[in-house]
């Protein structure tokens, strides 16, 4: 049973790391608001058909329910994976991928500032390693991409040259 959880993981990984490589170049010529669009579209789509594909009901669900849907729909989806894809414009699908692993740990945050979860010591050590691995990345892109301007021409005439 553990194989075929190491091999889900695995995937989502792949499927993760292609999804933010086609965003990346997509993004390059399409809108932030055409992209996500689309992409939103899409995975709608797929939903319907999985759902409609196992029989499940597209209704008759309380009223409570469907405010959880809509506050699922609008809260991770339009305010988080929406701002993911417009970075993907800007930045590397590299960093935007490491960014994204503060997430788990924002979770932990978030859970114990307005939910009063707890916060296990093992959840502390694991969300410190998290944003230290973080920090030294951005640290190194930093430097990276410094190293990079720093040997682009200043003038026309050195291009020349």
């Known amino acids: 049973m553990a194989f075929w959880g190491d091999l889900l993981a695995l995937t989502s990984a792949f499927m993760g790391t292609v999804y933010y490589f086609i965003g990346q170049h997509s993004r390059q010529s399409l ?3 055409t992209y996500t669009l689309a992409l ?8 319907a058909l999985y759902v409609l594909s196992k029989g499940y009901a597209l209704t008759g669900y309380p009223a409570a329910d469907w405010l959880r849907f809509i506050g699922t729909a609008i809260i991770p989806t339009l305010l988080g994976q929406s701002v993911v894809n417009w970075l993907l414009k800007w930045l590397k699908a590299t960093t935007v991928s490491v960014g994204m692993l503060s997430e788990t740990f924002a979770a932990v945050v978030f859970g114990y500032l307005l939910f009063d979860e707890k916060v296990s010591i093992f959840q502390l050590a694991g969300g410190g390693f998290i944003i230290f691995g973080i920090v030294i990345y951005l640290r190194n892109e930093r430097k990276e991409t410094e190293k990079q301007l720093s ?7 050195e291009v020349a040259e």
Request: glycine fraction near 6%.
């Open 151 to 157: 040997r682009k021409p200043d003038s026309f005439r």
């Open 40 to 47: 939103y579209a899409f995975c709608t789509g797929f939903s």
């Open 31 to 33: 809108s932030s608001m």
